[in-house]
């Protein structure tokens, strides 16, 4: 689904890597670690088409993700590791606005449903700046929720400031998805089991 070529990624004048090559087939679980600084959000960001690389090139099913754009985009949910809400908007509105953003548009309906998945039934209604750190986080995951006939999720840092309940509904989300032949690439500072076959892990800087 997703090949990586020769990638290397620069800052300034520092080198963060180089030289990265990997296959991502469907129904893969990819875990990207490393320390601080050593260009794990950097390298999301060029998987996902936000940032371009030094090197090297990014494909989707053969073909490079630049010359795909909204194709690409309609098959990626990206969640970064800021739960990016609006304070003014309600729980409900902040994931419709998301999806729609992400190309994929959602009924009522079907964000209600998101929301329940991830435990925010009672606050579906309520304005994000009541919301606490990892109920914001959990209006973020919700698109995975509703992220209907999407492929291929990339996650950064996904369950910062969530609870042990709502780790364990995200890694089933995670689990259902590689089940169905999708592909999830996320970041983590901890070691989060999810039941799949294939799972691999790239040590940025190690």
């Known amino acids: ?6 990638l290397g990624c620069v800052r300034g004048e520092r080198t963060l890597f180089g030289g990265l090559e990997f296959t991502l087939e469907p129904g893969t679980l990819l875990r990207v670690a490393g320390r601080n600084g050593s260009g794990k959000t950097s390298l999301l960001r060029i998987l996902c088409g936000l940032a ?3 090197r090297g090139e990014v494909r989707w099913r053969g073909e490079p993700i630049r010359a795909l754009r909204e194709e690409f985009h309609r098959q990626l949910v990206y969640i970064g590791h800021a739960p990016a809400v609006k304070d003014d908007l309600t729980a409900r509105e902040n994931l419709e606005i998301a999806c729609a953003l992400g190309g ?3 009924d ?14 009672e606050h579906a209604g309520l304005p994000a700046r009541f919301l606490s750190q990892g109920q914001r986080r959990r209006v973020s995951l919700a698109r995975l929720a509703a992220a209907g006939d999407s492929r291929l999720w990339i996650l950064d840092e996904p369950f910062t400031a969530l609870d042990t309940i709502a780790i364990g509904v995200v ?7 590689l089940d169905a032949g999708g592909a999830v690439i996320f970041t983590s500072h901890q070691e ?5 076959v294939s ?3 790239i ?3 190690g």
């Open 1 to 6: 689904m997703l090949e990586v070529s020769d």
């Open 52 to 54: 371009l690389p030094a």
């Open 104 to 106: 994929a548009p959602v």
């Open 108 to 121: 009522g309906g079907t964000a209600a449903s998101a929301l329940d998945r991830v435990g925010l039934r």
């Open 171 to 177: 890694q089933e989300m995670i689990a259902g998805h």
């Open 192 to 196: 989060v089991a999810v039941a799949t």
């Open 199 to 201: 799972v691999f892990t």
């Open 203 to 205: 040590e940025l800087g």
